[in-house]
């Protein structure tokens, strides 16, 4: 037992001296900021009460469709950020 708390010990005593060390650029990359149109959420136009039930059907699709293509451009953003630090690491 009195083991573990030596080893605690020197533990505690080496932690803040290895946290002064440098970080490695390759381990610690600075991401691109996502495109603030990709960063917002899509938008939930809700179902208005007393709406023809074809019209909000419609809505819901326009707003789906536009939700699938912010989707698709966040998918692509993401996977050319992948690509690019691929490119760096090799």
Known sequence: MKAN???LAAVFFLL?????????????PS?????ADLAKLCDDPGVRAGRDV?????????FL??????HRDT???YNQ??????????
């Open 31 to 35: 991401l691109p900021v996502l495109p």
């Open 65 to 70: 469709a536009l939700c699938r293509s912010k």
């Open 16 to 28: 803040p001296m290895l946290g002064g060390c440098p970080k490695s650029d390759s381990l610690d």
């Open 54 to 62: 074809r019209i909000e059907l419609a809505t819901q699709r326009k």
């Open 75 to 77: 998918v692509k953003f």
């Open 5 to 7: 708390w030596k080893m």
């Open 81 to 90: 950020v992948r690509q690019l630090y691929a490119e760096d690491g090799k």
